[in-house]
């Protein structure tokens, strides 16, 4: 048996052995197959295999993958049941803690972290038809994509800079917030700061900061990162089962699950 990292052994089947695979119309039982060219991920993913010195005439397999122009014998059974393991992560349904917070090195307020996480939400979460909330991404085709591919998704990031929104002239602009109506429902909204009559700032106004890169960026990668690392670990140990892999012993992948923090501590 050889011991293998999850990361080297899913691209050992998905680059290696999955291609190996006949061209096909149909999926073959237990497969989830991808068909055509039409998502973006499926594309990229195809492109890494061109690198291959043989591939067929384009047309993916039963796996999604471009299978080898010539016959090199079935996939390795380990590589069908990665395969399925991976296939598996479909039905998974992520979401995040309400205390999630992935910028803990960018020495943010705890009101910055606040709103650049609730943005990030908005971006990453789905809710589908039947009101479930789940990731925009599916982590079954975030795994493999970076299989094929050999690598991870970044999330290294600048720190932002804290700078002054500024007005039309360049300098710091002033703010201020006022109650207005419409109708019977009273509310309260932000205006300009500045009075033109006096040519100063109102006497409760107020300027504001802004960041820059925008850290909710960062959130958004580094969400992708968790998702994929769990995804790993959850792959993992499916294929842990006693007797399901005849050639391998898989091991965890050797990177920190939020290696952000680790740098926060170092």
């Avoid at 991808?34 to 993913?45: F, P």
């Avoid at 005439?57 to 122009?69: H, I």
């Avoid at 991976?86 to 995040?96: M, N, P, T």
């Avoid at 789905?126 to 009101?131: P, V």
Wanted: a neutral charge; proline letters at 8%; charged letters at 20%.
């Amino acid at each position: 048996m050889k011991v293998i990292g999850i990361e080297a052994f899913l691209s050992w089947a998905y680059v290696e052995e999955l291609p190996k695979a006949e061209a096909s119309g149909t999926a073959v039982a237990g497969s989830n197959f991808m068909a055509g060219l039409g998502n973006g991920w499926d594309a990229v993913s195809q492109q890494g295999l061109l690198l291959a010195d043989l591939v067929s005439d384009g047309r993916p397999n039963s796996y999604g993958v471009l299978p080898l122009a010539i016959d090199c014998g079935p996939p390795h059974p380990d590589a069908l049941a990665a395969h399925a393991a991976i296939s598996a992560l479909d039905h998974w349904e992520v979401g995040f803690p309400d205390d999630w917070n992935p910028l803990a090195d960018m020495n943010l307020s705890a009101t910055d972290i606040a709103d650049c996480t609730g943005r990030a939400r908005g971006r990453i979460l789905l809710t589908d038809g039947h009101g479930r909330v789940r990731f925009r991404q599916r982590p079954a085709e975030l795994v493999r994509h970076h299989a094929i591919m050999r690598s991870a998704p970044g999330w290294q990031a600048k720190a932002p800079v804290a700078s002054f929104v500024l007005g039309q002239n360049g300098k710091p602009a002033w703010f201020r917030k006022v109650r207005a109506t419409e109708g019977v429902t009273s509310f309260e909204r932000e205006v300009d700061g500045f009075n033109p009559k006096s040519r100063r700032p109102w006497h409760d106004a107020y300027k504001k900061m802004t960041l820059s890169p925008d850290p909710m960026l960062a959130a958004v990668d580094r969400a992708e990162y968790e998702v994929w690392f769990a995804a790993l670990d959850e792959v993992r140990r499916t294929l842990a089962a006693p007797g399901l892999l005849t050639g391998h012993i898989v091991q965890p992948s050797g990177r920190p699950g939020r290696p952000w923090e680790i740098r926060v501590v170092s």
